[in-house]
């Protein structure tokens, strides 16, 4: 089964040239998206898409940048396309989502609750969830910001997707030794020192079979000026296809 990954955006939470860092897996005939952020309404009709198109969202973590557009994309579900699309969401994060972000502008007459608008699946962490058929994610709670649940996700077999996270080369090590994960998406903070986003220079530090599995996302919009200076790393460009598992892997 295959899974290809395209990225919404690329950018930071700042970041003004790069929309949200949210993606899209295709795998099969579904389209999964990670992450909702303010831009992702935006980001979606760059890439001549909607959200009609999409049959599920996953939640990293509840800033801005990552649940943002969770508002739009309920409200255009329920009323524009009349469907319920899977929202899948760490346990711990469910009810913090609702009571603290979307319930302001969600909840109404008749409508109390996240799954009038969603099929709601909450996901232990470290427990693999099959979001569609050929697509398992398994959450891993990370460190990002002191005192606030963040999560980044295993994606199928070969994947890791950092979502917002400090450097930890304890967590590294173990994705490429004992998961033995291909593809690493990792996000970098560019303007140092990264103290809630891995710094450029601690990334530089890692092993290079470790480094060339990273692909550099949530960056600034200074981007341009660490081109050739990412060591064995690469920049991953919004609105480009990767495939991250083959059909026969
Ligand atoms: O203790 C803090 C909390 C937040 N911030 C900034 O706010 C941003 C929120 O989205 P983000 O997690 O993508 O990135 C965060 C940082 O840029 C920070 O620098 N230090
Ligand atoms: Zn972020
Ligand atoms: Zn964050």
Not at 40 to 54: D, N, Q, R, T
Not at 58 to 87: N, S
Not at 124 to 142: H, M, S
Request: include cysteine; proline fraction near 4%.
């Amino acid at each position: 089964m295959g899974i290809t990954l395209e990225m919404m955006g690329t950018g930071s939470a700042f970041a003004k040239n790069y929309f949200n860092n949210n993606a899209l897996l295709y795998v099969n005939d579904a389209t999964i998206m990670i992450d909702c952020g303010i831009t992702a309404p935006a980001a979606l009709h760059k890439m001549g898409k909607s959200f009609g198109e999409i049959d599920a969202v996953i939640v990293t973590h509840l800033h801005a940048d990552h649940i943002g557009g969770l508002e739009e994309f309920a409200f255009q579900m329920k009323f524009l396309y009349e469907r319920k699309p899977k929202i899948i969401v760490p346990e711990a994060l469910l009810h913090p989502l609702w009571e603290n972000s979307l319930r302001a502008g969600l909840e109404q007459e008749g409508i109390q609750s996240l799954d009038c608008y969603f099929e709601v699946y909450p996901v232990k962490e470290r427990e693999p969830f099959a979001v569609t058929e050929g697509l398992t994610i398994e959450y891993t709670q990370t460190e990002h910001i002191p005192g606030k649940l963040s999560y980044s996700l295993f994606i199928g077999e070969h994947t890791f997707y950092s979502a917002d996270l400090q450097f930890d080369l304890a967590l590294l090590e173990y994705v490429h030794h004992e998961r033995k994960c291909r593809t690493i998406l990792h996000d970098c903070q560019l303007s140092l020192p990264g103290v809630v986003h891995a710094g450029i220079d601690q990334l530089l530090t890692l092993p290079t079979d470790i480094q060339r599995k990273i692909y550099l996302m949530h960056y600034g919009d200074n981007m341009p000026d660490f081109e050739g200076k990412t060591g064995e790393m690469r920049f991953i460009r919004q609105h480009k296809t990767i495939v991250i598992e083959n059909v026969e892997s």
